[in-house]
């Protein structure tokens, strides 16, 4: 079974930057593709991030492109996230989440991913 924490999150002001990291257990961080989720209160959830088993591609949504940066530590089996320019619209509770068997596009759907971590919240106050 593998098991994915979240940390990082916190409240920060408009223009600030937070990294969020995901720890990931239970199974060796290289034969998993990793990615990050958000949901905002009222919305569903949505991808944000993605990156390969060998970290060689990354997947980002329009919302977040050139803002933020999905990286990994295969050798730490960590994951991370790192937001600059945040914006009041980027508030959510960010999930990291990973599959095993997955790979391009198919990890931009929640559908595709077959773990999830409990989430951590990022407040962004304009």
């Known amino acids: 079974q593998v098991q994915l924490v979240e940390s990082g999150g916190g409240l920060v002001q408009a223009g600030a930057s937070l990294r969020l990291s995901c720890a990931t257990s239970?199974?060796?961080?290289?034969?998993?593709?990793m990615g990050w989720f958000r949901q905002a209160p009222g919305l569903e959830r949505e991808f944000v991030a993605a990156?390969?088993?060998?970290?060689?591609?990354?997947y980002y949504a329009d919302s977040v492109k050139g803002r933020f940066t999905i990286s990994r530590d295969k050798f730490k089996n960590m994951v991370y996230l790192q937001m600059n320019s945040l914006k009041p619209e980027d508030t959510a509770v960010y999930y990291c989440?990973?599959?095993?068997?997955?790979?391009?596009?198919?990890?931009?759907?929640?559908?595709?991913?077959?773990?999830w971590g409990k989430g951590t919240l990022v407040t962004v106050s304009s």
């Open positions: 989440a990973a599959t095993a068997s997955g790979s391009g596009s198919s990890m931009m759907n929640m559908g595709g991913m077959d773990y």
């Open positions: 239970g199974r060796t961080g290289s034969s998993l593709a």
């Open positions: 990156i390969s088993r060998s970290g060689g591609s990354t």
